[in-house]
């Protein structure tokens, strides 16, 4: 099924369930992805995390039954998944700027409408995509919890502080690479942001030197994978390359992320110059 269908489908199924229970087995059923990785992908192709989005239509919901129905507002905050009154007029009024008793006596609201995913490409740029497949390879580094919002030069930092670049280079080829891995979000804890271990690392092949150094080893297996070739400076052309991924290659070709680490792969060069040039690397499978 298309990427773009099956989304849609299990946005559908989130709609018609906004005051029930989320069964993560049913939105793996549909979308084809766990849940950690279909919230991951949804916020690629959106823009914003999928909390976000059930967050402002519960919110968008309630308004309307505040004042179309005659129900009580603490009714209504139980009703859309808040555990007290307090905690739902908070939320409320932050996203429409009134609270809900003075939405039910009139004051404007917010709609936030669901959302349709569509096969949308601007500006009728064209990305190099291969599909290749890779020998299994291991990476000695340095792991950190994260989200879509860490900044990730803090981590290469951390790397840098703690091993000499020159000793990391001779530890195998010198390639470096950033591993995103371990996608942890739960349904029953719907996270601000996406939640996945980001590694800062490079090619072993020297694994004693490395354990010497106290670094992790991530082993990653052979794999087929989106080879995307991007230029521009960083994080700017990681962000490209993913949006047309997920909103562009995939629907298009019938490939999903197959849920193994994906790798962004530096090269020399200044990465903040425009004219810097490196791969992301995405796991696929056939859908």
């Known amino acids: 099924m298309n990427i773009i269908k099956a989304f849609n489908q299990t946005i559908g199924y989130i709609e018609e369930n906004l005051t ?8 793996q059923q549909l979308s084809g992805y766990s849940f950690p990785l279909f919230s991951r992908i949804f916020s690629i192709m959106v823009g914003y995390p999928l909390s976000e989005y059930i967050r402002f239509r519960k919110l968008s ?10 129900e009580r507002v603490i009714d209504i905050a139980f009703k859309y998944g808040y555990e007290s009154p307090d905690s739902f007029t908070a939320a409320f009024k932050k996203f429409h700027g009134y609270t809900p008793n003075e ?13 349709l995913l569509s096969l949308n490409v601007s500006g009728g740029k064209n990305m190099d995509i291969k599909i290749e497949k890779k020998k299994g ?17 803090e981590v290469w930092n951390k790397l840098f502080s703690k091993v000499d670049s020159r000793i990391l280079e001779n530890l195998g080829n010198g390639q470096s690479y950033g591993a995103c891995c371990n996608f942890k ?31 992790e080893i991530l082993e990653v297996p052979e794999a087929e994978y989106a080879v995307i070739k991007l230029k521009g400076a960083i994080p700017e052309c990681i962000h490209e390359g993913w949006k047309y991924v997920t ?3 995939f629907p298009e070709q019938g490939y999903k992320h197959a849920g193994t680490p994906d790798f962004e792969v530096y090269s020399e060069g200044n990465p903040e110059s425009i ?4 791969e992301l690397w995405v796991p696929v499978e056939k859908l």
């Open 20 to 27: 029930e229970k989320l069964d993560e087995k049913i939105i």
């Open 61 to 70: 919901c309630a308004a309307v039954d505040l004042r179309e129905k005659d």
């Open 103 to 115: 939405v039910k006596k009139g004051k404007t609201f917010k709609i936030f409408s669901p959302i």
């Open 137 to 153: 390879f291991k990476i000695a580094g340095i792991r950190k919890e994260v989200n879509e919002n860490t900044n990730f030069p």
């Open 185 to 215: 979000n739960k349904i029953e804890v719907l996270c601000e942001k996406n939640i996945f271990d980001y590694m800062a690392g490079y090619d072993v092949k020297d694994m004693n030197k490395a354990k010497e150094a106290g670094l």
């Open 247 to 249: 909103n562009v290659f």
């Open 275 to 278: 004219d810097y040039e490196m």
